[in-house]
């Protein structure tokens, strides 16, 4: 069988076999990118949770932004609204479909779930 291409992910080598996806409206080659683009993503995406966090407590004093949802980019503020929605699609329009966080500048929460425990 012919191999089309190889790619390392999560430490393991995965091979693409040609002949499985012949008969499909499938290029291995997007899906492998696509999955890439995903995970480049959710790591933007971290950085810029980290990055709110630790500026929490300062933006919490700021009178203008208390209480509002803020889109962040790249550790920058670029907007902010008290409508979670209104602000997303102005970012969105603005900016493209990137990804971008959005937060409200408000005091975390604790959620605490009591469960059941089971003595084994």
Known sequence: MASITEYQSNNSIT???????????????LEIESELQHQ???LKIRFEKQSFAKKRQELMKDPDLKGKFVAVIDGTIIDSDTDEL???KRVYEKHGYIPVLIEKIAEEKVVTIYSPSIEI
Do not use: M, W
């Not at 040609?18 to 290029?27: L, Q, T, W």
């Open 15 to 29: 091979s693409l076999d040609e002949s499985y996806y012949r008969d499909f409206d499938f290029d291995p080659k």
């Open 86 to 88: 209104a602000l997303t």
């Open 40 to 42: 480049e993503n959710i």
